[in-house]
Antibody, heavy 120, light 107 residues
Framework: EVQLVESGGGLVKPGGSLRLSCAAS????????MNWVRQAPGKGLEWVSS????????YYADSVKGRFTISRENAKQSLYLQMNSLRAEDTAVYFC?????????????WGQGTLVTVSS | DIQMTQSPSTLPASVGDRVTVTCRAS??????LAWYQQKPGKAPKLLIY???SLESGVPSRFSGSGFGTEFTLTISSLQPDDFATYYC?????????FGPGTKVDIK
C-alpha cells in the first residue's frame, strides 16, 4: 500500500525556518516525481513545488521561490521542504503528493498533511 | 502563467441529481487536466486524469470530458458520499495549477 507521511510542521515566528519531511513507503520513491501542495485554512489547494525522480528538474511557485527548497533522498525514501523567511501567508497544511505521469501528469497519492503556523 | 477557473463555486444538489462542474483554462492545455475530490480535514483524492480517464477504484458515476480550455466533471447520480469540494488541476506547464474549487453541498 502506498503511504506518504508528512512531519515537521509546527508554530514558527515570521522570518523563521522550518523543514518538512515526507516519508514514503509501499513504492519505490526513485521512480516518481514528487510534489508539495499546501492549503491555507478555509482556502483552496496551492501547488508549492515539484522535483523530478532524480532531482534533475525542480520547480517552485512564484509565491515561495527563493525562500523554499525542495529536495529528496531516494535511498531513504524521503522528500523534504526547507522553508526559510516564513511569512504569515505561508500558514497552511502542507501535503506531499506523488506525481504519476503517463500521457499527462496527476497527483495520485497524498499524505495526510502537516500544519505549519506562522505567527508571532 | 496559466490560470484556472471553476464554476459554480457552490453547487446545491440532492442525492440522485446529475451534477456538472466546469473548469476553464486561460490558454490551451490539451488534455493535461485532472480532477480531485476533497472532504473536510482530508487529503485530496484523484478522480480523473488525462481529462477523461477514470482513476482506478473511482466509481463509474464520475466522468470527465473536454480538451483545450474547457473541461467538465460530471457525477451521473449524486450519492451521499459525494458531498465534497472538487478541484481541477492543470499540469501542462511545469507546475500544477489548481482551480479555486467547487463545493457540492446538500440542497
Amino acid at each position: 500500500e502506498v503511504q506518504l507521511v508528512e512531519s515537521g510542521g509546527g508554530l514558527v515566528k515570521p522570518g523563521g525556518s522550518l523543514r518538512l519531511s515526507c516519508a514514503a513507503s509501499g513504492f519505490t520513491l526513485s521512480a516518481y516525481g514528487m510534489n508539495w501542495v499546501r492549503q491555507a485554512p478555509g482556502k483552496g489547494l496551492e501547488w508549492v513545488s515539484s522535483i523530478s525522480s532524480s532531482s534533475t528538474y525542480i520547480y517552485y511557485a512564484d509565491s515561495v521561490k527563493g525562500r523554499f527548497t525542495i529536495s529528496r533522498e531516494n535511498a531513504k525514501q524521503s522528500l523534504y521542504l526547507q522553508m526559510n523567511s516564513l511569512r504569515a501567508e505561508d500558514t497552511a497544511v502542507y501535503f506531499c503528493a506523488r506525481g504519476r505521469c503517463s500521457t499527462t501528469c496527476a497527483l495520485d497519492s497524498w499524505g495526510q498533511g502537516t500544519l505549519v503556523t506562522v505567527s508571532s | 502563467d496559466i490560470q484556472m477557473t471553476q464554476s459554480p463555486s457552490t453547487l446545491p444538489a440532492s442525492v440522485g441529481d446529475r451534477v456538472t462542474v466546469t473548469c476553464r483554462a486561460s490558454q490551451s492545455i490539451s488534455n493535461w487536466l485532472a480532477w480531485y475530490q476533497q472532504k473536510p480535514g482530508k487529503a485530496p483524492k484523484l478522480l480523473i486524469y488525462d481529462a477523461s480517464s477514470l482513476e482506478s477504484g473511482v466509481p463509474s458515476r464520475f466522468s470527465g470530458s473536454g480538451f483545450g480550455t474547457e473541461f467538465t466533471l460530471t457525477i451521473s447520480s449524486l450519492q451521499p458520499d459525494d458531498f465534497a469540494t472538487y478541484y481541477c488541476q492543470q499540469s501542462n506547464t511545469y507546475s500544477f495549477t489548481f482551480g479555486p474549487g467547487t463545493k457540492v453541498d446538500i440542497k
